[in-house]
């Protein structure tokens, strides 16, 4: 079964830095998607960011500007550099990785943040 592990979040305060990390077992990397989605209590699983196995990158609006995605097939690994963070940003953030061009269209955000696959990583903005 396809195990992820996210890391790197925490507390930041507004206008802040953070960087997650997220490294997982039982799947080829090379030729999926990668992504990033996250969840505050009492909302939805929100998809926040895209890489796929060529380069290309989507992000939600609410980040557009702010974050970054990168991946490096060789370790498994998918991060996300978050800058000038805002208080909404606030939730836990869960790792993704699916077949190509189905994340976004069909990857299953409810699985993904039930911590299915993966605990996900808490990042806590203070205003």
């Known amino acids: 079964e396809v195990r992820l592990e996210e890391s790197g979040g925490g507390s930041v305060q507004a206008g802040g830095s953070l960087s997650v990390s997220c490294t997982g077992s039982?799947?080829?990397?090379?030729?999926?998607?990668m992504g990033w989605y996250r969840q505050a209590p009492g909302n939805v699983c929100e998809l926040v960011s895209i890489?796929?196995?060529?380069?290309?990158?989507y992000y939600s609006d609410p980040v557009k500007g702010r974050f970054t995605i990168s991946r490096d097939d060789a370790k498994n690994a998918v991060y996300l550099q978050m800058n000038s963070l805002k208080y909404e940003d606030t939730a836990r953030y869960y790792c993704?990785?699916?077949?190509?061009?189905?994340?976004?269209?069909?990857?299953?955000?409810?699985?993904?943040?039930?911590?299915?696959w993966g605990q996900g990583t808490q990042v806590t903005v203070s205003s």
């Open positions: 993704a990785v699916d077949q190509p061009y189905h994340m976004g269209t069909r990857s299953n955000a409810r699985i993904i943040c039930s911590g299915h």
């Open positions: 890489i796929r196995s060529d380069g290309t990158t």
């Open positions: 039982a799947f080829s990397s090379d030729d999926s998607d």
